[in-house]
């Protein structure tokens, strides 16, 4: 799977939009953008996948750039609960069941 | 949804003696189970792939006789750390996916202290 690229650590305030960037210039055309996010002395939980066109979920927005190379997760309200290590990663469609292979994603702290 | 659970959270051992770690899916059948171990203020990384019925397949760098793994039935992966020594002590993670969804599902880790 192709490699990505993400800010090591992000700050936001509470109440506020948060955009978590990740570039992925060389993701391939059968690549799916998967996010996952840690919380502290938890396992991750997968937040949001998309191929090409921007999803939506009740967690968070996937957009994508229209050439792929980079994507944007928003969180449209942060809380307190959303401080955690977001990780961005690059999934083959055809390999849906294969190992998943983290990064050192971004650390996103909150602000009250 | 998926669920993955995994036992137990925490564990103290004392070194040179053996932990049994067990990850769990508890309303779907696992094929493949994953486990990670995760060091203070890194990220996950992938130990082994654990296969129903048939031998696990290690990342490089990863001693298969010092982390054995078992996948004896479809809901069920243990992780045995055998001999353990104070350089073992981590947080161990399991997941696994339920098919027909794109997610994966992570336990809630296990953290060992091996003293």
């Known amino acids: 799977d192709a490699k990505t690229t993400q800010p090591n650590s992000m700050e936001s305030n509470e109440e506020e939009p948060v955009h978590l960037p990740c570039n992925h210039s060389?993701?391939?055309?059968?690549?799916?953008i998967h996010w996952y996010r840690q919380l502290p002395s938890q396992g991750p939980e997968y937040v949001i996948h998309?191929?090409?066109s921007n999803v939506n979920n009740r967690m968070a927005s996937l957009a994508i750039a229209e050439d792929r190379k980079s994507s944007t997760l928003i969180l449209h309200r942060a809380t307190l609960r959303d401080a955690a290590v977001y990780y961005c990663?690059?999934?083959?469609?055809?390999?849906?069941?294969?190992?998943?292979?983290f990064g050192q994603g971004t650390e996103l702290s909150v602000k009250p | 949804g998926a669920v993955v659970s995994q036992h137990p959270s925490r564990v103290i051992c004392k070194s040179g003696t053996s932990v049994k770690i067990e990850c769990r899916s508890l309303?779907?059948?696992?094929?493949?189970m994953f486990w990670y171990r995760q060091f203070p203020k890194q990220s996950l990384m992938l130990m082994a792939t654990?296969?129903?019925?048939?031998?696990?397949?290690?990342e490089q760098g990863v001693e298969k006789d010092k982390f054995l793994i078992n996948h004896a039935s479809l809901t069920l992966s243990t992780l045995t750390v055998t001999s353990a020594h104070p350089e073992d002590s981590s947080f161990y993670i399991c997941?696994?996916?339920?098919?027909?969804?794109?997610?994966?599902?992570f336990g809630s880790g296990t953290r060992l202290t091996v003293v």
């Open positions: 997941s696994a996916r339920e098919d027909g969804n794109y997610g994966y599902t």
């Open positions: 060389t993701i391939s055309g059968t690549d799916y």
């Open positions: 998309g191929l090409t």
């Open positions: 990663i690059l999934r083959d469609r055809h390999n849906q069941g294969g190992k998943l292979i």
């Open positions: 309303d779907f059948q696992a094929t493949t």
């Open positions: 654990s296969n129903e019925g048939s031998k696990a397949t290690y």
